[in-house]
Every structure is written in structure tokens, then in C-alpha cells.
């Protein structure tokens, strides 16, 4: 119960830190382009395995299938897409080599399916067509001259079990992740913070709160008298000499 009360206490604390961490997390977010995505699946499967050992053959094209998923992001079949018969825009990869892979990584990926010949490829554009494109050169490569990425031989095919699907939307950034991201991030901080400074002295908000003055009590009894009464008057006896400097000093 008191924990409850101490947190509750200090909402204003947790919310300027969640207030900081959102506003990060939307300039970060927003500086980023944003890109569709373009899915496709394709299968690998051997032919002419009869009479072979059907655990052998599956574990054949499982291991086909994780080659092909890594040889995806290689150099040689990065040049074979740019010099593919699609519409792809070479300008996108601009740069020396190493910019130009490290670029083409951040645009492609490929997953192979375990205990299986499946491989799921995923391609990231800021222009829907041209994540299309490169989808469907990457699986017309695998599909055409996967023969140079592999020792069986022929007996290899692929097929495409889903053509690319491009997104309606950008998935990229990824706005719920990010949102998670600052809620925990801001979570964390401020409970590190409170429980460092728990003091009030030392809460945070995002607006300066007005103090409620009160009155002083060290205020003159005068200041504080009905107005109705009246200060007392002395009034000279005019008895008195005037200009007398011992009755003025008494």
C-alpha cells in the first residue's frame, strides 16, 4: 500500500521522463525512412532421389535451403540482382562495395525454415515497385542459376510457393516496437530515478506548479488589528515647554 502511495506520489516524475523518452523516440523514428516490404516463399527440392534414403534427401534440402538463404546476402548474387533483367534502380545502391553490401543487407532478408526446404524472403524499399522488383529477381536467380551456388548438380529446383507480396503500409520503422521501446526505456529510468532521489525536492514536471503562499506568521500584531480600532495618538501637553530638548528626550 505505501508503495502504491509513493509511486502515485511521484506520477509526475514517470510522466516527465515518459513525456522525454516519447519525444526521442518520434524524432528518431521519423528521421529514418520509411520503407514497404515485399514477401515471397520459395521451396528447394531435390529430383531423381528415388530409392535414396528419404531422411537424407530431407536433410539435403534443408541444408540447400540454408545455403541459399546466406548465399542471398553475398556480393556475387547482390551483382547478379542489380544486373538482372528488372526494373531495378542502381542509384539506390550507391557508394563503394562496402556501402553498397551493407545497404543491400538492410534491404533483403532471407530466412530458411527449419526441418524443411522453405525459405521465406522478405525485401525493404521506400518505393513499394521497387521492392517488388528486387523480390522477384531474387527468386527468378535462385529459381535460374542456383547451379552456381551448389554441387548436386541439376537435380536442385526451386519454386516459387508465394509470389512477392508487397505491404499496403511501411513496416519500417516498426511504430509498435518503437512505442514499447519508450515506454520501457522511460519506465526504467524513472524508477531509477525516484529511487535514487526520492526526496520531493528533487520531483520533475513538466510544468512549474504554483506554490501556495501563506500568510506570515511573523507579521507585525499592528498589521493584524480590526480597522475599527484605531492606532493610539499621543498628543503633546501643552503645558509643556515646546522646544524643550529634556522633555523630548523624556
Given at each position: 500500500?505505501?508503495?502504491?502511495?509513493?509511486?502515485?506520489?511521484?506520477?509526475?516524475?514517470?510522466?516527465?521522463?515518459?513525456?522525454?523518452?516519447?519525444?526521442?523516440?518520434?524524432?528518431?523514428?521519423?528521421?529514418?525512412p520509411?520503407?514497404?516490404?515485399?514477401?515471397?516463399?520459395?521451396?528447394?527440392?531435390?529430383?531423381?532421389?528415388?530409392?535414396v534414403?528419404?531422411?537424407?534427401?530431407?536433410?539435403?534440402?534443408?541444408y540447400?535451403?540454408?545455403?541459399?538463404?546466406?548465399?542471398?546476402?553475398?556480393?556475387?548474387?547482390?551483382?547478379l540482382?542489380?544486373?538482372?533483367?528488372?526494373?531495378?534502380?542502381k542509384?539506390?545502391?550507391?557508394?563503394?562495395?562496402?556501402?553498397?553490401?551493407?545497404?543491400?543487407?538492410?534491404?533483403?532478408?532471407?530466412?530458411n525454415?527449419?526441418?524443411?526446404?522453405?525459405?521465406?524472403?522478405?525485401?525493404?524499399?521506400?518505393?513499394?515497385?521497387?521492392?517488388?522488383?528486387?523480390?522477384?529477381?531474387?527468386?527468378?536467380?535462385?529459381?535460374?542459376?542456383?547451379?552456381?551456388?551448389?554441387?548436386?548438380?541439376?537435380?536442385?529446383?526451386?519454386?516459387?510457393?508465394?509470389?512477392?507480396?508487397?505491404?499496403?503500409?511501411?513496416?519500417?520503422?516498426?511504430?509498435?516496437?518503437?512505442?514499447?521501446?519508450?515506454?520501457?526505456?522511460?519506465?526504467?529510468?524513472?524508477?531509477?530515478?525516484?529511487?535514487?532521489?526520492?526526496?520531493?525536492?528533487?520531483?520533475?514536471?513538466?510544468?512549474?506548479?504554483?506554490?501556495?503562499?501563506?500568510?506570515?506568521?511573523?507579521?507585525?500584531?499592528?498589521?493584524?488589528?480590526?480597522?475599527?480600532?484605531?492606532?493610539?495618538?499621543?498628543?503633546?501637553?501643552?503645558?509643556?515647554?515646546?522646544?524643550?530638548?529634556?522633555?523630548?528626550?523624556?
Amino acid at each position: 500500500m505505501e508503495f502504491n502511495q509513493f509511486i502515485r506520489s511521484k506520477k509526475s516524475t514517470l510522466t516527465f521522463f515518459f513525456v522525454i523518452f516519447l519525444i526521442l523516440g518520434i524524432l528518431i523514428t521519423f528521421a529514418q525512412p520509411f520503407k514497404y516490404s515485399a514477401k515471397s516463399k520459395i521451396l528447394v527440392i531435390q529430383e531423381g532421389a528415388s530409392g535414396v534414403d528419404p531422411f537424407a534427401v530431407s536433410r539435403s534440402v534443408e541444408y540447400l535451403s540454408s545455403l541459399f538463404s546466406q548465399v542471398v546476402y553475398s556480393n556475387s548474387f547482390f551483382n547478379l540482382v542489380l544486373n538482372s533483367d528488372f526494373s531495378i534502380e542502381k542509384d539506390y545502391f550507391n557508394g563503394d562495395s562496402a556501402k553498397q553490401m551493407k545497404i543491400w543487407k538492410q534491404t533483403v532478408s532471407a530466412k530458411n525454415v527449419e526441418n524443411s526446404g522453405f525459405i521465406n524472403i522478405t525485401v525493404y524499399h521506400s518505393s513499394p515497385n521497387q521492392a517488388k522488383q528486387i523480390a522477384l529477381a531474387i527468386n527468378q536467380i535462385l529459381m535460374t542459376q542456383n547451379v552456381n551456388y551448389q554441387g548436386v548438380g541439376s537435380s536442385v529446383k526451386v519454386v516459387v510457393i508465394d509470389e512477392p507480396l508487397v505491404s499496403n503500409y511501411p513496416v519500417q520503422p516498426n511504430l509498435l516496437i518503437n512505442l514499447g521501446i519508450v515506454v520501457g526505456t522511460s519506465l526504467v529510468f524513472g524508477f531509477i530515478y525516484i529511487y535514487l532521489f526520492p526526496e520531493e525536492k528533487y520531483s520533475l514536471s513538466l510544468f512549474k506548479s504554483k506554490k501556495k503562499t501563506k500568510p506570515n506568521s511573523n507579521l507585525k500584531h499592528d498589521f493584524l488589528r480590526p480597522a475599527s480600532q484605531k492606532e493610539p495618538v499621543y498628543e503633546a501637553d501643552e503645558s509643556e515647554p515646546q522646544g524643550n530638548i529634556r522633555n523630548i528626550l523624556h
